[in-house]
């Protein structure tokens, strides 16, 4: 016989691929000796309609019906609900994204949560059954008496049963009160769109329940104080500064090192160091257990730049290295690794204006974690061209339902980045990331080239999926470019590819992290590498 728990999950599970969706399945049961106390839940849940998720814990599931204007505490309103499948105990706090293409994809907060009593039985799976469910609820936004009451047959076309949610006359009653005047999370304080920007975590569902949510922000560093920077500021032209734990000596910082912008001063190298102290601990975990190609310009980025890929001998005991074992003769046998934000530093000190880490780790350099795409103008590719190729590519993740994220390059274009589960190599990667793009290009022929040498593309734009390689690297999230007033490559959001002040440059040095600051990172969605590419037919 089936436990009465998993049947009343069978609907939701069936409508559910959890190889690639982060939602809980509900794996674990329930003992006897937790405790019993009934919970309640209303989630906010943008997917293809704003709507409202409200969920009573019964007999070890969570009750569930979609009120499409939310919750109210004025008794003359009357909201429809409708009557959905259960879900699992493990989705009462989740808060988070669920992939594009799956079942309820989209961004979803705790709007209210808190604790509830049946007002009239002490059955409410019978209530429900019967058509009409009084529940006392004890919420931080909600509270009081309300009524759930079903009004007729499940619908044809759906399957679902329509009911209306209302609130009684009490002392909790409050005319004309509005959801959507109290958008902001109970567990965070966020908004839908700042989780959606940033969210804290994904849930693993192929992981048992306990190790399903995970963490996107391990192990933060703690910023640079104010009299840590004074202290940068305090320096000479050289000196010794401690940041992050480290004494670093460093040189030459009122060096110019990036070209003045119109009506901006120039970028010197005491701004580089104070900019690689403070977002260090943002960029760190694209960073940590990967070897990094250092893109280095001792003399400035209005001077030639050259490749720096081996760790010198003079770099303190203390920096992060990888020696690779297979390494030919002439070739980089150990490279740096930046397992701290003060390693960070010393590369910038060293001249490294360019952060580029490898896609794979330095424990399984063969199998990379990102799929790439790389989408580089040509010299007639106008930025409009760019947008459209990035939003062709946003609709064909959209379709496949993969989780994919784009960034600024800082330079002219735009890149993609597309987590994965350790497993494929870059062979498959690439043939993969190929098939996607040439699908693309084929929409729009005349802006696309698959010619290898620029000089034989006449000008148009190259889907580059070849970056999918060991060694191979698209600059860092958040690393500076070596140009004029200093531009990093910035991650975006998907719905940013619309916005009228996008440019591929639009943020540097000095704007960078009170965007960071103001909206989160919305990158972290690429430290998730639980997702299986799927096959392309």
Known sequence: MVPKKDADLERYRSMRDFSRTPEPSGARPRTDDEPQARRFVVQRHRARRLHYDLRFEVDGV???????????????????????????????????????????????????TGTWVPYKTGDPRAEIAAGELHAEVHGSKLRGHFVLVRRGEADERSGKEQWLLLHKKDEHAVAG?????????????????????????????????AQASVDLHPETWPAPTAD??????????????????????????????????????????????????????????????????????????????????????????????????????????TYLVVDEPAALVWAANFGALEWHAWTSRTSHPHLPTYALIDLDPGTSTSWEDVLLLARLH????????????????????????????????????????????????????????????VRERGGQARLDYTQNAINKTLVAPYSPRAAAGAPVSAPITWDELDEPWLRPDAFTVRTILERVAERGDPFRTVLAADQVLPPLG
């Open 62 to 112: 969570l009750v569930s019906w979609a009120v499409p204007r939310g919750p109210t505490l004025d008794p003359a309103a009357r909201r429809m609900a409708v009557h959905v499948e259960d879900h699992p105990l493990e989705y009462i706090d989740f808060e988070g994204v669920i992939p594009a293409g799956e079942y309820g994809g989209g961004d979803v907060i705790v709007w209210d």
């Open 177 to 209: 009160w509005d959801a959507e005047d109290h958008p902001r999370s109970v567990l965070s304080g966020r908004t839908n769109d700042e989780v959606k920007a940033d969210p804290d975590r994904l849930w693993r569902s192929d992981l048992p329940a």
């Open 228 to 333: 840590d920077l004074a202290a940068l500021d305090d320096l000479g032209p050289a000196g010794t500064w401690e940041v992050h734990g480290r004494r670093l000596k460093l040189t030459n910082l009122d060096k110019v090192l990036f070209p003045a912008r119109e009506g901006e001063d120039p970028v010197t190298k005491r701004e580089l160091v104070r900019y690689a102290a403070q977002i260090g601990p943002v960029v760190l975990p694209y960073l940590r257990g990967r070897a990094l190609n250092m893109h280095r310009y001792p003399q400035g980025a209005g001077s030639k730049g050259f490749w720096h890929k081996q760790l010198p001998d003079h770099a303190p005991e203390w920096i992060g290295r990888w020696d690779n074992p297979e390494a030919d003769p002439g070739e980089t046998t």
């Open 394 to 453: 946003r609709d064909a993740f959209e379709h496949l339902g993969v989780r994919a994220q784009p960034k600024l390059t800082g330079r002219r274009g735009i890149q993609v980045w597309v987590p994965i589960a350790t497993g494929p190599s870059f062979d498959e990667t690439r043939a993969w990331v190929e098939r996607v793009s040439r699908t693309v290009g084929k929409v729009v022929p005349d802006l696309v080239s698959w010619r290898w040498e």
